[in-house]
C-alpha cells in the first residue's frame, strides 16, 4: 500500500496525471469516489457537446432549404434517443480513459479518499478502512455547482447542468439563472429544441470575462432565434411559476415552466483533509506555484481546486506541469494562452488578454479585426453567417490576444494560442501559410488588415 504518489480526484487533472506518473515509472495510486473522468466526462464538456451536436444537425436540416437541399416534412427529434446517444458517449470515453490509466500500471480506488495526515514513511490517505502511503500527493478533488441563496429556491424542483443533461421532457419555457458559458450553451440547445429561453446575468454582458463585443454580438445573434436576455437583473425570488427579478430598482416577474441555475462552480477543498497539512488557501480554492505545487514542498494541486481557470485543459495541462516538477523535468504552468471557448451555434473562443482587460490596466494596445466572411471557406459554409475574427497586438508588435466568432472557432483558436505562447509578432504571424480555401486563413486576412 506504499506508492510514490496518491492522486485524489479521477477528473481531467486526475487521470493525466496518473498515466503521465505511470509512463514515467513512479507507482501511482488514483482515488475516485463517484466516476472516473469526473464532472468533464460525466455531467459536463462531454455529455453537453452531444447535446449540443444533436442541436446543430437539427439546426442544420431546419436550415438545408438555404443551401439548396430539400427536406420532406417538419425536421422531429427524439429526446430520449438523443440522451441514450448522449450516454452512450459518455461510457464509451470513461471506459476509454479507465482501460489508459490501467494500462499504465496505475491502482484505480473507485472510494473516497481523505487525507489522514503526514508521518515518516510520507502520508498517509485513508480509503474505505485502508490507510495507503505516498511520498508525493496530488489533489484535484474540482468543484461543484453553486447553488445561490435565492428566496424559493429550496422549494422549487429546479435544474442544475446535471439535471437539464438527463431529462428526456422538454419544458416549454426555460428560465436560466446566469449567462455564463454553461448558461450560454445550455440556452443553445434548448433553443434550438423549440423551448422558450430566457437568460437572466446580473452582469452588463453575458460569458463573465471574456471579450465583451464577441459576445454582444453572440448574444445579438440568440436574440435573433427567439432567446430574451435581461442584463444587469438580479433573481430575488423563484417560484414554480417562475421569477423575481430586480433592476433599476424596479422588481418584475418572468414566467418559466422551469429553472436551471447557472451561475458558476465552487472548489471542492473542504472533505479531502487538506486542513490537516496546512495547505495555504485563498478565496477560491488552493494556493499553489507555477510548478502546481502548494505550500507543502510534496503536496500538488490541479484543475478546479485552485480555483483559478476551471477548465479541463487546464487541468490536463497543470498535471502535466505536476508530474514534470516531481520528475525533475523543467516545466512551468503559462495561463497567458489558455483558450476558452463556448460551443454554441455558432461558436466563439478567446485567448489572451482581453480589451477589457488590458484597459483596465493601463496598458497600450491595438486591434486589427476583420469579419469571419473574408474567409471563401467560411462564406460558403454559413449562410447568412457573419461572425468575427479580433487580434490584439501590443507595443512590441507581438500578438497577445485573440478573440473569434464563428464555426469553426473552437477548432482554430489554437492557431492564435500558439501565435501568443511563442511571442509571435504580427510579421512572424503572417509568414505562415493556411491551407486554402479554410476558414483559418481569416488570421492570415486579419494580419494584413
Known sequence: M????????????GYTAAERAGA??????????????GVCLNEGCIPTKALLYSAKVLDGIKSAPKYGVSVEGAPAFDMEKIIGRKNKTVQKLTGGVRMTVNSYGVTIVDKEAVIEGEGEEGFHIRCDGEVYEA????????????????KGLSDVDYWTSREALDSTVLPSSLAIIGGGVIGMEFASFFNSMGVRVKVIEMMPEILGAMDKETSAMLRADYTKKGVNFYLNTKVTEVSDK??????????????????LVSVGRKANITQVGLDKLNIELHRNGVVVDEHMLTSHPRVYACGDITGFSLLAHTAIREAEVAINHILGIDDRMDYDCVPGVVYTNPELAGVGKTEEELIAKGIYYRI????MVYSGRFVAENELGNGLCKLIIDHNDRIVGCHMLGNPASEIIVVAGIAIQRGYTVDEFRKSVFPHPTVGEIYHETLFA
Open 2 to 13: 506504499r506508492y510514490d504518489i496518491a492522486i485524489i480526484g479521477g477528473g481531467p487533472a
Open 24 to 37: 514515467n515509472g513512479l507507482r501511482a495510486v488514483l482515488f475516485e469516489k463517484k466516476a472516473m473522468g
Open 135 to 150: 511520498t508525493y500527493l496530488l489533489v484535484c478533488t474540482g468543484s461543484d455547482t453553486v447553488i445561490p441563496p435565492i
Open 242 to 259: 417562475g421569477v423575481t427579478v430586480e433592476k433599476d430598482g424596479k422588481s418584475s416577474f418572468i414566467d418559466a415552466d422551469r429553472i
Open 368 to 371: 486589427q479585426k476583420l469579419p
